[in-house]
């Protein structure tokens, strides 16, 4: 009857055991994307166009571009990585933001 249960205990141990393999190497991210806005503020006003875009992002540092058209509703969650840009109906750039 106690090989019924040491069995069982001793297999589940052995998944434990060491073994000399390298350990997993996982890819490293070059750097971290932080979203600064400050640098950007200059472009409210601006129309929003694709190239638009592609410029606030890579001046702002972030990894990820939110467009906020007028009278939307926006997820809450917060991303260090994204910067927002809502406009207007005009298209026109009204606030750039991260997160």
């Known amino acids: ?8 205990a001793a297999l589940a141990l052995g ?10 190497t996982f890819p490293q991210e070059t750097g971290r994307k932080v979203c ?8 409210v006003g601006e129309n929003a166009t694709a190239a638009m875009g592609a410029r606030i992002l890579g001046e702002s540092g972030a990894r990820t571009l939110r467009w906020g058209p007028p009278n939307s509703a926006w997820t809450m969650d ?3 990585d994204r ?17």
């Open 78 to 80: 917060y991303r260090e």
């Open 15 to 24: 998944g434990c055991a060491m073994n000399d393999a390298a350990p997993a």
């Open 1 to 8: 009857m106690r090989a019924l249960f040491t069995a069982p």
């Open 83 to 99: 910067v927002n840009v809502s406009y207007d109906a005009d298209m026109v750039i009204e606030r750039i933001t991260c997160g």
């Open 36 to 43: 600064e806005a400050a640098p950007v503020q200059g472009l």
